[in-house]
Nanobody
Framework: QVHLVESGGGSVQAGGSLRLSCAAS????????MAWFRQSPDKEREGVAA????????WYVDSVKGRFTISRDNANNTLYLQMNNLKTEDTAMYYCAAERTGCAWSTRRLLVDFGDWGQGTQVTVSS
């Protein structure tokens, strides 16, 4: 099991940017999949972006393509989510997740049952 701690959330105006970080408590091996999810009070939790630790292959939900970038620093066991051109609908609690069995996704959603989760960091975008 890996302990995950998110940071970098905050309040920003529409069109602004934020960079989220997720620090892992131990070495993340190449067979891991890591991802960012988000949830707002009136919506179900949704996968936002995912990345394979081994090859850096990425997946994004349609609503953030071209605006968000997921990346990882393997040496420091840290996951990032760069969020640009933020919109009010991006307002949510953002969670980092990790799963050792690797990544799988369809066009529309992640297909992984993630076992390790962080506590979340709030992102609020105002108009």
């Amino acid at each position: 099991q890996v302990h995950l701690v998110e940071s970098g959330g905050g309040s920003v105006q529409a069109g602004g940017s934020l960079r989220l970080s997720c620090a892992a408590s131990k070495y993340i091996s190449s067979d891991y999949c890591m991802a960012w999810f988000r949830q707002s009070p009136d919506k179900e939790r949704e996968g936002v972006a995912a990345i394979t630790i081994a090859g850096g292959n990425t997946w994004y939900v349609d609503s953030v393509k071209g605006r968000f970038t997921i990346s990882r620093d393997n040496a420091n066991n840290t996951l990032y989510l760069q969020m640009n051109n933020l919109k009010t609908e991006d307002t949510a609690m953002y969670y980092c997740a990790a799963e050792r069995t690797g990544c799988a996704w369809s066009t529309r959603r992640l297909l992984v049952d993630f076992g390790d989760w962080g506590q979340g960091t709030q992102v609020t975008v105002s108009s």
